[in-house]
């Protein structure tokens, strides 16, 4: 499928713009751009540009853990078994196999960078998630995994003489010659726009939960990545596969907080809103379910309770073991008088983690030369239609140390010929968008998502929701925009715009995805990707 919209967001002159060169450009501040950056040779300039602060990403927020065979109970075969059996035929084994039989060695490496996972007798504690047939998740902080491991990382990467961050500095166009990457166009309140020039470049932009109204994602989560890869000439593809988190909290006026998974490993139950444990009635797997069947059940129960959530109820656990297993998570309940060992804990689904993203072979190498991706940003097959939990972190790690290697290796293939490059930059239009109300249009589109494209869809809606983006797309993506609020929304109309074509094509519900007027898997006509390509011909 392609469409056609401007190559570049914004006019730029190249007299007009400062210039800055290095050999590896890396968009994306979270785990996967840092493992990346970490891994490339150190005799190699590296440009880490982030969107908002370091401590905003995914990665940094994530509670749960990594998923890791660690224990002599465990096996890969086990862990690959687990991916399969989540995502179904859609998951790629090799990249599942050669991922899983990665994390031992990329958890030694993060503690040896001196992340303090945490221990039960001097061994890793393990926590048991959903569709995990084993203890196999390692986590710091009891539930603020992220932040530790992240704290190492930065740190590490803060004292690498050849990597430079750039922190909030937006990202709003790759630059291609003759088909392939050359850098990026990135702009901040301080320098405004720059064009930085890159032997190799590589896309670490995380999600884009931020398209849907409830979510878990911090508000740099809008899809950036996608856009600017697609714009480039990336195909993406798996569009319609948004992992819906079963447990965020649910409180007028709170954030949507995520509340983690391991919950219930712990033994948490989910009840309703007349106290009744209803997960046993949908899995035998009762909580520990997959996610897609969680998040589902969940659903239905809200709609026969007439209720707009459940509960997480903790309350027959010990106090104590409650308290320090999820400090974090305690505190914020705190905040809004809930004492999670007392009271029960209101939650809902949310969006949470985008399954789809920009295609990347075995090396994380994009359709486009000289681009790369790693993370959530990226479609590695790792997910298949539904990422097992505690996976992500992993695939971080593992994917962005692969990536690091190979940029090092491609780098010293290119010729610094930069000063020669002509820029290909054709605006097709000068609409200016001063006028529109961008907020009350992303608001509207969140919300759009997530009445007719959230945990169940079906034909009618998404025909609804396809109406209303392609004619907020008409008015939207030919403007031209000065700061990043207006990027940002034309980015997300574009993503969600695949989204949304992607589900409605897909007519068969396959793990993340459930189609209620097309509720079986259908193997015989959508056992493949749905892809989406720009055509050339639209610049
Ligand atoms: C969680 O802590 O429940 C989230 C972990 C994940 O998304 O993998």
Not at 1 to 22: G, N
Not at 137 to 149: F, S
Not at 446 to 471: F, M, P
Request: aromatic fraction near 6%; glycine fraction near 8%; charge should be negative.
């Amino acid at each position: 499928m392609s469409e056609t919209s401007p190559r570049y967001l914004v006019p730029f002159h190249p007299k007009r713009v400062p210039h800055f060169f290095t050999d590896v450009l890396i968009i994306g501040g979270g785990l996967a751009g840092l493992r990346t950056a970490l891994e490339v040779d150190p005799g190699l300039s590296v440009l880490v540009i982030c969107k908002g602060r370091l401590d905003q990403s995914n990665s940094y927020q994530a509670q749960g853990g990594v998923a890791a065979v660690l224990s002599p109970e465990d096996s890969f075969e086990q862990h690959v078994d687990d991916t399969l059996d989540a995502g179904g035929s859609l998951v790629d084994r090799e990249v599942a196999e050669r991922v899983i039989r990665r994390a031992p060695e990329e958890i030694e490496r993060l503690i040896s960078w001196g992340t303090e996972f945490d221990r039960v007798d001097d061994r890793l504690a393990l926590a048991r998630e959903g569709a995990h047939s084993c203890n196999r998740v390692a986590h710091a902080l009891g539930d603020a995994t992220g932040k530790e491991i992240m704290r190492a990382v930065i740190a590490r990467a803060g004292n690498r003489p050849n990597i430079q961050i750039w922190a909030e500095t937006f990202t709003i166009d790759l630059l291609t010659h003759e088909g392939a990457c050359r850098g990026a166009l990135v702009w901040n309140g301080r320098h405004g726009k720059t064009a930085v020039w890159a032997k190799q470049t590589v896309l670490c932009t995380g999600g884009s939960g931020q398209i849907y109204r409830e979510t878990t994602n911090p508000s740099v989560a809008t899809g950036d990545g996608m856009a600017i890869a697609y714009r480039a000439g990336a195909e993406l593809r798996d569009m319609e596969f948004m992992q819906f988190h079963p447990t965020v909290l649910y409180i007028a006026g709170s954030s949507r907080n995520l509340i983690t998974e391991a919950m219930r490993g712990e033994g948490a139950y989910l009840v309703d809103r007349t106290g009744n444990r209803f997960m046993p009635e949908y899995d035998q797997r009762a909580e520990l379910a997959p996610r897609d069947i969680v998040s589902r059940a969940i659903v239905t129960q809200m709609e026969k309770t007439r209720h707009p959530n459940v509960y997480l109820d903790l309350t027959h656990l010990d106090p104590q073991r409650v308290r320090s297993r999820f400090p974090g998570i305690a505190a914020f309940c705190a905040k809004f008088e809930l004492d999670i060992t007392r009271d029960r804990i209101p939650v809902r689904p949310g969006a949470h983690y985008m399954i789809g993203g920009v295609t990347v072979d075995a090396e994380g190498r994009t359709t486009v030369p000289g681009l790369f991706a790693a993370g959530e940003v990226s479609s590695s097959g790792l997910h298949g239609a539904n990422r097992l939990a505690s996976n992500s972190l992993l695939e971080a790690m593992v994917c962005g140390a692969i990536v690091g290697r190979c940029v090092s290796r491609d780098a010293d293939k290119i010729v610094d010929d930069f000063h020669a490059l002509p820029l290909e930059n054709r605006p097709t239009s000068v609409v200016n968008g001063q006028p529109l109300d961008l907020d009350d249009i992303r608001n509207s589109l969140k919300s759009l998502t997530w009445r007719l494209a959230g945990v169940r869809r079906d034909g009618e809606g998404l025909a609804e929701a396809a109406q209303n983006i392609n004619h907020w797309c008409r008015y939207v993506l030919d403007c031209q925009f000065d700061d990043p609020t207006g990027w940002e929304l034309q980015n997300m109309l574009l993503i969600a715009r695949f989204m949304i074509e992607a589900a409605a094509v897909r007519t068969e519900t396959r793990g993340v995805h459930v189609r209620t007027d097309f509720p079986r898997t259908d193997d015989s006509r959508w056992n493949h990707h749905i892809t989406f390509r720009r055509d050339p011909a639209g610049a």
